[in-house]
């Protein structure tokens, strides 16, 4: 069993910052796709980052350029680094940990889920 916890959600204003955190086990990183998801009301879940084991970061093409997908190997945390932020980008945002070595975009191929942290960007 995967345990995924997020934090670090909140309201901020158009052009400013936030960094979210997506706490597991050391292992996760090693045997698992990593990703952060967005859903905002009446949308689709959708992928905004994915991280493979070897690293490998990939973003969506509306966050490229303004948010970081990174690993802090001390502490098992995938990070989200979100700058510039825009209203568009409010949603509840999710890590999520998809078994195996390759990455994809559809949400139904992952198979653990955190709880979800509400991010709004005002603009």
């Known amino acids: 069993q995967v345990q995924l916890v997020e934090s670090g959600g909140g309201s901020v204003q158009a052009g400013g910052s936030l960094r979210l955190s997506c706490s597991t086990s050391?292992?996760?990183?090693?045997?698992?796709?990593l990703a952060w998801f967005r859903q905002a009301p009446g949308k689709e879940r959708a992928v905004v980052a994915t991280?493979?084991?070897?690293?490998?970061?990939r973003y969506a093409d509306s966050v490229q350029g303004r948010f970081t997908a990174s690993r802090d190997a001390a502490k098992n945390i995938l990070i989200l680094q979100m700058n510039r932020l825009q209203p568009d980008d409010t949603a509840m945002y999710y890590c999520?940990?998809?078994?195996?070595?390759?990455?994809?975009?559809?949400?139904?191929?992952?198979?653990?889920w955190g709880q979800g942290t509400q991010v709004t960007v005002s603009s």
């Open positions: 999520a940990a998809r078994f195996g070595g390759s990455c994809v975009r559809e949400a139904e191929e992952f198979h653990y």
């Open positions: 050391g292992s996760t990183f090693s045997h698992y796709c």
């Open positions: 991280r493979d084991i070897s690293g490998l970061t």
